[in-house]
């Protein structure tokens, strides 16, 4: 039974930094893609970050660029997202996800940053950022 299971949300004030943690369970961690995907206020999914098999591919939304950083630890089981410099937008549910398929390749960000994509999810984990 794969699990998804997110830690590190909490609230923090505009400038500054969370890490999030996502534990996976139940598979094999290290043949899927991992994603972050967000939703806010207006309940709408974002996808944020994504990274590929053994991290040799990462794709980030452009409104995360240089401020957020995705990485994962395969030996752990761990996928990550550092999120700094943080501003009242980046609010939200932050989730981590699973990839549908096995592959290992280059996916590209529009399609690595497409929730259909994915298929398990984690529980969410809230993000506020008070200005």
């Known amino acids: 039974q794969v699990r998804l299971q997110e830690s590190g949300g909490g609230s923090v004030q505009a400038g500054g930094s969370l890490r999030l943690s996502c534990r996976g369970a139940?598979?094999?961690?290290?043949?899927?893609?991992m994603a972050w995907f967000r939703r806010g206020p207006g309940n709408e999914r974002e996808g944020v970050a994504a990274?590929?098999?053994?991290?040799?591919?990462?794709y980030y939304a452009d409104s995360v660029k240089g401020r957020f950083a995705i990485s994962r630890d395969n030996h752990q089981d761990v996928l990550y997202l550092q999120m700094n410099n943080l501003k009242p937008e980046d609010s939200g549910v932050y989730y981590c996800?699973?990839?549908?398929?096995?592959?290992?390749?280059?996916?590209?960000?529009?399609?690595?940053?497409?929730?259909?994509?994915?298929?398990?999810w984690g529980q969410g984990a809230q993000v506020t950022v008070s200005s």
């Open positions: 996800a699973r990839a549908r398929d096995v592959y290992g390749g280059a996916w590209g960000a529009p399609l690595a940053l497409t929730g259909a994509k994915y298929n398990y």
């Open positions: 139940g598979y094999d961690f290290s043949r899927y893609y």
């Open positions: 990274i590929a098999t053994q991290g040799g591919y990462k």
